[in-house]
Protein backbone atom coordinates (compact mmCIF):
# COMPACT_ATOMS: atom_id res chain seq x y z
CA UNK A 1 0.00 0.00 0.00
CA UNK A 2 1.42 3.72 -1.32
CA UNK A 3 -0.09 6.40 1.70
CA UNK A 4 0.02 9.30 0.08
CA UNK A 5 -2.18 11.20 2.83
CA UNK A 6 -3.89 10.47 5.75
CA UNK A 7 -6.95 10.10 4.10
CA UNK A 8 -5.64 8.80 0.81
CA UNK A 9 -4.28 5.58 0.32
CA UNK A 10 -2.95 3.81 -3.33
CA UNK A 11 -4.17 0.06 -2.62
CA UNK A 12 -1.59 -2.72 -4.68
CA UNK A 13 -4.39 -4.20 -6.70
CA UNK A 14 -4.14 -0.77 -7.80
CA UNK A 15 -0.34 -0.44 -9.18
CA UNK A 16 1.49 -2.59 -11.18
CA UNK A 17 4.65 -2.94 -11.72
CA UNK A 18 6.55 -4.35 -14.74
CA UNK A 19 10.44 -4.01 -15.42
CA UNK A 20 12.41 -3.42 -18.59
CA UNK A 21 15.50 -3.01 -19.88
CA UNK A 22 17.05 0.35 -19.50
CA UNK A 23 18.76 2.83 -21.63
CA UNK A 24 20.64 4.67 -19.08
CA UNK A 25 24.07 3.91 -17.38
CA UNK A 26 25.26 0.60 -16.84
CA UNK A 27 27.56 -0.67 -19.46
CA UNK A 28 27.15 -4.43 -20.31
CA UNK A 29 24.70 -4.74 -17.10
CA UNK A 30 21.80 -2.51 -19.10
CA UNK A 31 22.16 -5.20 -21.78
CA UNK A 32 21.76 -7.98 -19.66
CA UNK A 33 19.38 -6.92 -16.45
CA UNK A 34 16.11 -5.37 -16.43
CA UNK A 35 16.28 -2.49 -14.24
CA UNK A 36 13.94 0.79 -15.44
CA UNK A 37 10.39 0.12 -14.20
CA UNK A 38 7.69 0.99 -15.62
CA UNK A 39 4.28 1.64 -12.67
CA UNK A 40 1.20 1.93 -14.31
CA UNK A 41 -0.94 3.21 -11.73
CA UNK A 42 -5.36 2.64 -12.61
CA UNK A 43 -6.35 5.82 -11.70
CA UNK A 44 -9.88 6.04 -13.18
CA UNK A 45 -11.36 2.66 -11.60
CA UNK A 46 -9.33 3.89 -8.23
CA UNK A 47 -12.05 4.38 -5.10
CA UNK A 48 -9.40 6.14 -3.33
CA UNK A 49 -9.43 9.70 -5.74
CA UNK A 50 -12.17 11.59 -5.40
CA UNK A 51 -13.85 12.53 -8.87
CA UNK A 52 -12.09 15.98 -8.75
CA UNK A 53 -8.80 14.63 -8.01
CA UNK A 54 -9.17 12.70 -10.89
CA UNK A 55 -9.63 15.39 -13.26
CA UNK A 56 -6.77 17.38 -12.41
CA UNK A 57 -4.47 14.27 -12.02
CA UNK A 58 -5.49 13.38 -15.31
CA UNK A 59 -4.86 17.00 -16.76
CA UNK A 60 -1.43 16.84 -14.55
CA UNK A 61 -0.41 13.41 -16.01
CA UNK A 62 -0.63 14.73 -19.48
CA UNK A 63 0.47 12.14 -22.03
CA UNK A 64 1.62 10.07 -19.02
CA UNK A 65 -2.30 9.17 -18.91
CA UNK A 66 -3.54 6.31 -21.16
CA UNK A 67 -7.05 5.99 -22.77
CA UNK A 68 -7.90 3.34 -20.59
CA UNK A 69 -6.83 5.65 -17.22
CA UNK A 70 -4.04 4.76 -15.92
CA UNK A 71 -1.05 6.80 -15.29
CA UNK A 72 2.15 5.60 -16.76
CA UNK A 73 5.07 6.51 -15.05
CA UNK A 74 8.26 5.22 -16.64
CA UNK A 75 12.12 5.50 -14.64
CA UNK A 76 15.57 4.79 -15.54
CA UNK A 77 17.65 7.18 -13.58
CA UNK A 78 19.55 4.32 -11.85
CA UNK A 79 21.09 0.80 -12.35
CA UNK A 80 19.52 -0.45 -9.20
CA UNK A 81 16.05 -1.91 -9.89
CA UNK A 82 14.78 -1.31 -6.29
CA UNK A 83 15.89 2.29 -6.37
CA UNK A 84 14.16 3.30 -9.81
CA UNK A 85 11.03 1.63 -8.44
CA UNK A 86 11.52 3.77 -5.20
CA UNK A 87 11.68 7.00 -7.63
CA UNK A 88 8.42 6.03 -9.69
CA UNK A 89 6.33 5.34 -6.45
CA UNK A 90 7.81 9.16 -5.07
CA UNK A 91 6.56 10.31 -8.09
CA UNK A 92 3.50 8.91 -8.74
CA UNK A 93 3.44 10.67 -5.05
CA UNK A 94 4.05 13.35 -6.04
CA UNK A 95 1.55 13.49 -8.82
CA UNK A 96 -1.16 12.90 -6.32
CA UNK A 97 -0.22 15.54 -4.27
CA UNK A 98 -0.09 18.13 -6.69
CA UNK A 99 -3.79 17.01 -8.15
CA UNK A 100 -5.19 16.97 -4.60
CA UNK A 101 -3.96 20.78 -4.32
CA UNK A 102 -7.59 22.79 -5.43
CA UNK A 103 -6.63 25.42 -7.89
CA UNK A 104 -7.18 28.69 -6.64
CA UNK A 105 -10.41 30.66 -8.29
CA UNK A 106 -9.57 33.59 -10.70
CA UNK A 107 -11.67 36.51 -9.36
CA UNK A 108 -12.01 38.76 -13.03
CA UNK A 109 -10.81 42.79 -12.22
CA UNK A 110 -11.45 45.82 -14.24
CA UNK A 111 -9.52 48.27 -15.48
CA UNK A 112 -9.16 51.87 -13.24
CA UNK A 113 -10.78 54.68 -14.91
CA UNK A 114 -7.05 56.03 -14.45
CA UNK A 115 -5.23 52.85 -16.29
CA UNK A 116 -7.44 53.55 -19.12
CA UNK A 117 -6.47 56.87 -19.77
CA UNK A 118 -2.92 56.36 -19.86
CA UNK A 119 -3.37 53.91 -22.62
CA UNK A 120 -5.86 56.14 -24.50
CA UNK A 121 -3.08 59.16 -23.85
CA UNK A 122 0.08 56.86 -25.08
CA UNK A 123 -1.85 55.44 -28.26
CA UNK A 124 -2.61 59.16 -29.04
CA UNK A 125 0.88 59.90 -28.55
CA UNK A 126 2.08 57.29 -30.60
CA UNK A 127 -0.41 57.51 -33.44
CA UNK A 128 0.93 61.25 -33.46
CA UNK A 129 4.26 60.18 -33.57
CA UNK A 130 3.49 57.91 -36.51
CA UNK A 131 1.38 60.55 -38.35
CA UNK A 132 4.80 62.84 -38.47
CA UNK A 133 6.65 60.08 -40.00
CA UNK A 134 4.83 61.31 -43.56
CA UNK A 135 6.03 62.46 -46.27
CA UNK A 136 7.07 66.40 -46.28
CA UNK A 137 5.45 68.84 -48.20
CA UNK A 138 7.93 70.47 -50.96
CA UNK A 139 6.39 73.82 -50.24
Known amino acids: MLRITDHIAIEDWELTEQFVRSSGPGGQNVNKVSTAVELRFEAERSPNLPAPVKTRLRKLAGRRWTKDGAVVIQVEDTRSQ ?58
Open 82 to 139: ARNREIARARLAELIVKALEKPKRRVPTRPTLGSKRRRLEGKKQRGEVKSLRGKVDPD
